[in-house]
């Protein structure tokens, strides 16, 4: 749904109410829920300190010999700036007026570094490889850890949700963002200092979902939404939504067809249903926008000789609820259980010589519905021999007069309201830079990215007042199988739009090509992910000249059927880490723009010669474009994979 259709969807649903203003005078002396105990302030920039307190009221701020005053304006706010510090501590942070007084203890000046992002940014320590001697060694108190609160809202906020800083250590570590603890454990091992690691992520987010509001309100499609909802009370939207979808689930039984007339028992009645292929989603398969219930028939014919051992009936997962039938007796059910394969044991007497009917009544809340497994999950086990059960069904929909489940709100639902709640509180702010991790929710439309990509760096930059905030990101790992042969990526895509940021100055890619895991897209390899971005880091936020990228395209030249890439960032000189004279993940084409697999080898320090016998008059290159492009070989001596690239600027589907 268009983020417009969600906004007229979610206008008509919600019971909107407007946001109440703060009071004028707040009565007691606060600083934001973030400035707690062993957090981390950002050194060699101005400290800033704020808060609120009663209208006119004098705070005074003093963090260890420095010291600043300020006067609450008529809103309560109050902001203090003291001078720059070198890193060190402990030290102690208070703000004091009349006879209030909030201390913070083991305060250190270090770098902050804001992380954010959607799942691969959020995956936690004790979910990445190694993790229990991960854990045990992660025994760092100058590293210090805030994890943000999942929130959203249409306002911008003043503060998040209640946190608190935590030293690292074993206990604290488990649940925090692996690619920021192996990030920033690399910072704080090479430089010295300490560092501030502020984890704000979500699962499953777009890029919309993470810009402000000021930079979108030009935007044809995201802006109407923006100027609709901005300041508007989310909450209560969402509990009138909440109720809606109560209301709405209550009806599904009363309605179902299926229910009343008792399809689940003996008879012919469904020989004219339709007819559809398992395992597949309904959405996929005739009933797209379908929620509610649909009903299943299939018939197994058994020999006598196979009843006599146990039978269970195997049906893989189902989204999202299920109640299974075996000649009209009820063999299993599960509620609301999509990850839960259907395992579902026959009692004797229940199988017959002859024909069976299996019934299943699947009940969808929301989204997609179905069978979702593997064929090889749907299957029948008799005690002699496993029958198949994939493949065509019967099947009728038992609420066709249903009407539409209400529209409920998640992160994608409007744009901004992550940056809102997660995000804007922390852009008064000081920081070191961002680390970001995103994109795997956006590859529907991957050719886009790019715009926004570019708008978000420039988005957050603005926001923290700083044009050059050092912007270090991680390119999409290599997910699903390998293709057989050179065909187009919306992930491949991706990855170009996301390499095309390094166009804005002071930002650095770290290229995870070969990180990935085709059956997993979180992969448990957050260490080198958090080593390569800490490489960029080094290179864009602290000025070292070392190695930080792979090998990068640079420009081609084509002579004798044969086309010669040279490369930037060669480092030691190109490389292949397999020993393989041949490289793989090269694809080649001529004019017309038909790619096959290609021969590719080193021929200098920055070069390779990419040629195929299939391609006479070759004009365009392509390496690792593929969702997975399988193992590659192409790094340069210092370790680090080359980027994927294409050479070529030829039209891909997802562009309108």
Known sequence: MSFNNFLKAFLAAACWALSSPIPAAAQ???????????????????????????????IKVRLSVLESTATANAEGKWLVTLPIMGAGGPHVLSASSGDQTITLNDVLIGDVWFCSGQSNMYWPVNLSDNAAAEIAAADHPQIRLLTVPNLMDTRLREDTGFTRWAPCQPSTIPLFSAVAYYFGRQLHQELGVPIGLIDATWGGTRIESWMSPFSLLDDPELGPAIQSTFGMDLQAAMDSIRQAILLWEAQIDPLDAGL??????????????????LPIPW????????????????????????LAGPATLSLGPIDDSDITYVNGVEVGSTFKNINQPRLYPISSGILQPGPNTITIRVKDHGYRGGFWGSAAAMSLYTGQETISLAGEWKYRAGTPALAGRPVQIDPNALPSVLYNAMVHPFTAMPIRGVAWYQGESNTGQPYYYRDRFLQFINDWRSRWGDSSLPFVFVQLANFRQPPLSPQESGWATIRESQALGLSLPNTGMAVAIDLGDPNNIHPGNKQDVGYRLSLCARAMAYGENLIYSGPVYRSLTIGDGTILIEFNHCGGGLASIHGRDKLRGFAIAGADGRFYWAEAEIRSPCQVAVYSSQVSDPRYVRYAWSDNPGELDLYNADGLPAAPFRTDTLRVPWQR
Not at 28 to 37: A, V
Not at 46 to 52: A, T
Request: hydrophobic letters at 40%; a neutral charge.
């Open 28 to 58: 007691q002396l606060s600083l934001p829920r973030f400035f707690t105990d062993h957090m981390v302030l950002q050194r060699h920039q101005p400290i800033k300190v704020w808060g609120r307190a009663e209208a006119g009221a004098k």
């Open 260 to 277: 009343a007339g008792n399809w689940q028992a003996p008879g012919d009645y469904w020989n004219d249903w339709a007819s559809m292929n």
């Open 283 to 306: 959405e996929y398969a005739g009933l797209p926008g379908v929620d509610g219930v649909v009903w299943y028939k299939k018939t197994v014919e058994l020999p006598a000789g196979q």
